[in-house]
């Protein structure tokens, strides 16, 4: 899933107010922003195979400490208990949590069976929503609408900033998807590695549209 986890994101602004687009987008990108990190170091392994699945040429070998259900949990308490002891803001924090947690069960959702329980374990989860093209696109488009909706009732721009790079955001994060759904595979594991990296430049574009952008209550 990719639009999918930036949906949550948006959709945690209400819940969570005080804590930045930026911080939201880090929570529920967190597991996809160490993989590429732990790729280049060739702790964990991915290969190329387009028609693994119908939605992506993927095929994830093995990505026990981003991606297993058991470290989800751990990188889940590790962020909201740093990110509590920075701001003391234990509601924000529990929220964050919970976002890097729901990347474990979209990945669920949408993957083959392919996501470990735990390091070293042999069982492998995954309901498969990537085998169909139509239901992934319908799944992710419903998710990133609603999770838009509910971030623009919940902020609004401070000045003209605050409005176009908030769009011009959302036209990447499409284009970026139907990219990726619709566009060539990868031509090589190292491009695909530093282009996963790129990611977190999609982390800092979240801090910057939060300092033009304002809770609507205030």
């Known amino acids: 899933m990719f639009i999918g986890h930036f949906a949550v994101a948006f959709?945690?602004?209400?819940?969570a107010p005080g804590a930045s687009l930026g911080?939201?987008?880090l929570a529920a990108q967190f597991l996809d922003g160490l993989w590429p990190v732990l790729l280049l170091l060739g702790i964990e392994r991915v290969e190329i195979h387009p028609g693994d699945t119908a939605f992506t040429p993927l095929n994830f070998?093995?990505?026990p400490i981003s991606h297993s259900l058991a470290m989800t949990l751990l990188w889940a308490a590790l962020f909201a208990l740093g990110y509590a002891w920075l701001t003391?803001?234990?509601?924000?924090?529990l929220v964050a949590a919970v976002l890097v947690a729901s990347h474990w069960l979209l990945d669920w959702l949408t993957h083959?069976?392919?996501?470990?329980?735990y390091p070293g374990g042999s069982?492998?989860?995954?309901?498969?929503?990537?085998?169909?093209v139509a239901g992934t696109l319908v799944v992710e488009s419903l998710m990133?609408?609603?999770?838009?909706?509910?971030?623009?009732?919940?902020?609004?721009?401070?000045?003209?900033?605050?409005?176009?790079?908030?769009w011009v955001l959302i036209a990447f994060l499409i284009m970026a998807y139907l990219g990726a759904a619709f566009g060539p595979p990868p031509p090589d594991l190292r491009a695909l590695e530093w282009t996963a990296l790129s990611g977190w430049l999609l982390?800092?574009?979240?801090?910057?549209?939060?300092?033009?952008?304002?809770?609507?209550?205030?």
Do not use: C
């Open 11 to 15: 959709a945690a602004k209400p819940v």
């Open 23 to 25: 911080t939201l987008f």
């Open 61 to 63: 070998v093995h990505y």
């Open 88 to 93: 003391k803001d234990r509601r924000a924090a």
């Open 112 to 117: 083959r069976p392919d996501l470990p329980l």
């Open 123 to 132: 069982e492998r989860l995954g309901l498969g929503l990537w085998n169909s």
């Open 144 to 166: 990133f609408a609603a999770g838009i909706a509910m971030y623009l009732r919940a902020t609004r721009a401070r000045d003209r900033t605050g409005t176009i790079i908030f």
């Open 203 to 218: 982390v800092a574009w979240g801090y910057w549209i939060d300092r033009h952008r304002q809770p609507r209550n205030q």
